[in-house]
């Protein structure tokens, strides 16, 4: 007696993506755009710079510090401030035509990522020179002969008999 086994059927399973939890510190990182032109209109009326205008400044640098294309740079405090001093810069200079209908908080932005992208040239040719100088003292060290140093791969001690 032969049993046969009934087809199994095609069971789905439901997959379940985890929902990214909201933070509940929004107005800690939140820049209001309305408020933001408001107080960027009484800075040019007043020449004082509230502490509310200068607190959005920074949040506006911190929070293009957590961008995906600048997140992983170890001298991130140096851009973050770099954008900063830029940003009061252009406040300080009356860049932003408040005239022109534009959005305040794009300009600042824009005004950030500029220099975090020369921030980011900087140490770049920083970090190429201090690499050409190693190699060529590194390359220095190994021809000359005075100095040279071998050493032997078999013991990995020191051989001054080249």
Do not use: W
Not at 63 to 75: E, T
Not at 80 to 102: H, P, Q, R, T, Y
Not at 113 to 134: D, L, M, P, S
């Amino acid at each position: 007696m032969a049993f046969k086994k009934s087809p199994k059927k095609a069971v789905k399973k439901k997959i379940v993506r985890k929902k990214r939890k909201k933070s509940k510190d929004k107005a800690k990182h939140y820049v209001d755009s309305k408020v933001f032109f408001e107080q960027i209109c009484e800075f040019y009326k007043t020449d004082i710079i509230p502490d509310e205008l200068s607190m959005s400044l920074l949040k506006i640098a911190n929070g293009l510090g957590f961008a995906p294309n600048f997140i992983n740079y170890s001298y991130k405090d140096e851009m973050i401030g770099d954008a900063v001093l830029k940003m009061f810069s252009a406040l300080k200079n009356k860049k932003f035509n408040v005239e022109s209908g534009n959005n305040p908080f794009s300009y600042f932005t824009t005004v950030a990522f500029h220099a975090f992208i020369n921030r980011i040239k900087k140490e770049k040719k920083h970090r190429e020179t201090i690499t050409k100088y190693q190699e060529t003292v590194y390359f220095d060290k190994m021809t000359d002969s005075a100095g040279s140093v071998y050493i032997n791969p078999e013991t990995g001690v020191e051989d001054d008999n080249n």
